[in-house]
């Protein structure tokens, strides 16, 4: 199961448990609901975040593989780049 399906079942889960809590009077399994309730969200948006990664890495490496020169080329520039922000005048 992915990060994303396993955030949403605990965001579901915890606002079900935290529903119990209410109708039972329990103030304790009305925290633990609001607490995995919000952890669910916080997994859910992960997964999310991890997904984008993932799916920006791979068109990364497509694109590499496709015209690996550009590629070489980029990272030179950005090095290069880098070094005279980061580096000091002499």
């Known amino acids: 199961m ?3 399906m396993q955030g949403t079942f605990n965001k579901v ?3 079900a448990q935290g529903t119990a809590g209410d109708v039972l009077g329990d103030a304790k399994t009305q925290a633990e609901g609001r607490i995995r ?3 669910g969200t916080l997994q859910e948006n992960y997964g999310a975040a991890a997904d984008q990664v993932r799916g920006f890495a791979e068109e990364l ?3 590499i593989h496709e015209s690996p020169l550009l590629a070489v080329a980029a990272a030179a520039g950005m090095g290069f780049l880098i070094g005279r922000v ?3 005048r002499d």
């Open 2 to 4: 992915s990060e994303q």
């Open 61 to 63: 490496t497509e694109r």
């Open 37 to 39: 309730q919000a952890a």
């Open 13 to 15: 889960a915890g606002k």
């Open 86 to 88: 980061m580096g000091g």
